[in-house]
Structure formats: structure tokens, C-alpha cells
């Protein structure tokens, strides 16, 4: 029963460089979502899917990109990181029924 | 301007106590209120909810309280025990089509044994 998979767990970036976050759920939720976590802020929406197709912005989506070709994958594509996305990312999805999104372990992302 | 405020950053309870922890909400709009729980190195998992038609809801150890006219909600947990040593998160789903959740920045609850 694996839910919401991750990859990397752990990346350091150059400043300029691009990478690609990868986000699997098995659970076949329609929706899902990018979050970041900084201190003292909290949990912040990047984008978000509400299905194969459909991609949106969050709060905090500049320097982000995201696409949904499938139902299970939501990769997060950062064009040319910056210090500003040291963070920590987590993805997310949420089925039908009660509204509570299941999250992943989180990617911990540092840019130098 | 964050419409989900934690203003404990850190909480600490002797085992046995009653934790609480509180939350505040700008968002009039807001009308379902989660609680969410996050261990080191581990993503957060849900805990608790509740919608803006209730005032209290329940689950085990776990209470939630909302105070719609003071825009606050708070989590009791009674007893609390040493692995409810965690971050909680409060987070809010406002009525709408768009019903994205908004977090607020967590409180880290620490039971002493």
C-alpha cells in the first residue's frame, strides 16, 4: 500500500540548474497538489490537478511548472532554481469522500 | 497576510496533561477545518476535521473546538502521550468551487515522559 511516492528524497541544486520532482500516488485520486514547507510559513500551495489534463496555480507557483498526463503522476519541474526554493516539498492527493489529502514523505531541496 | 495563524510556534506537556493547541482564521469563507500531524522526516497525515456546522467534534483522545465568532478553533488532546510529540498543523477549505486548503504554520507539541 504505498499512497503518495516521492522521489528524490534529498537533492542539492546550483543556482540555474533545472530538475524534475517526481510525485506517484496508486490510490486513483483525481486530484492532486504541490505544497512547500518553510519555517514559520507553514505549508504553501504551488499547483494543483484536479485531473489528467487539468493543471492550476496555487499560491506560490513563480519558478514552478507542472503537467498531468496520467492520473498517478504529478511531476514538479523547476526551470532554473534559485536559493529562494531551498525548501521542503511535499505532493499530495485527495479522493472523493471526506476532503483530507494524503500526503507523500516530502523531497528536502537545497540550492546553492 | 496568513488567514491561518498558529501563534505557538512550540508547546511543551507533561504526559498525562491535556495539550492545546490553538488556531486563528481571517477567512470568514472558510467553512471546514482540518488538523493535520507531521513527524520528522514523514509528510503530514490527517487527524481531525471539522465543518462549520458543528461546534465540537471528537475522535479518541482527540477534540477539536470551533468558535465561529472568534474565528478559532483549538485541538485538545487528553491524556496526551510521549508519541503525540509532533507538528500540528491547522488548515481551512473555503466554501467555493476552488476548496484548496490553507495552512497554517504549525505548532510543535512536545510530551514529556
Known amino acids: 500500500n504505498a499512497g503518495v511516492t516521492q522521489t528524490p528524497k534529498f537533492q542539492v541544486l546550483k543556482t540555474g540548474q533545472s530538475m524534475t520532482l517526481q510525485c506517484a500516488q496508486d490510490?486513483?485520486?483525481?486530484?492532486m497538489s504541490w505544497y512547500r514547507q518553510d519555517p514559520g510559513m507553514g505549508l504553501r500551495l504551488i499547483h494543483y490537478s484536479v485531473g489528467a489534463g487539468i493543471t492550476d496555480q496555487g499560491e506560490v507557483p513563480n519558478g514552478y511548472n507542472v503537467s498531468r498526463s496520467t492520473t498517478e503522476d504529478f511531476p514538479l519541474r523547476l526551470l532554473s532554481a534559485a536559493p529562494s526554493q531551498t525548501s521542503v516539498y511535499f505532493c499530495a492527493s485527495r479522493g472523493q469522500g471526506p476532503y483530507s489529502l494524503h500526503f507523500g514523505n516530502g523531497t528536502r531541496l537545497t540550492v546553492t | 497576510d496568513q488567514q491561518v495563524k498558529q501563534n505557538s510556534p512550540s508547546l511543551s506537556v507533561q504526559e498525562g496533561r491535556i495539550s492545546i493547541l490553538n488556531c486563528d482564521y481571517t477567512?470568514?469563507?472558510?467553512?471546514?477545518f482540518l488538523w493535520y500531524k507531521k513527524y520528522p522526516a514523514e509528510g503530514p497525515t490527517f487527524l481531525i476535521s471539522i465543518s462549520s456546522i458543528k461546534d465540537k467534534n471528537e475522535d479518541g483522545r482527540f477534540t477539536v473546538f470551533l468558535n465561529k465568532s472568534a474565528k478559532h478553533l483549538s485541538l485538545h488532546i487528553v491524556p496526551s502521550q510521549p508519541g503525540d510529540s509532533a507538528v500540528y498543523f491547522c488548515?481551512?477549505?473555503?466554501?467555493?468551487?476552488?476548496?484548496?486548503?490553507?495552512f497554517g504554520s504549525g505548532t510543535q507539541l512536545t510530551v514529556l515522559p
Open positions: 477567512n470568514s469563507m472558510f467553512d471546514y
Open positions: 490510490m486513483n485520486h483525481e486530484y
Open positions: 488548515a481551512a477549505r473555503p466554501s467555493g468551487s476552488a476548496r484548496q486548503l490553507t
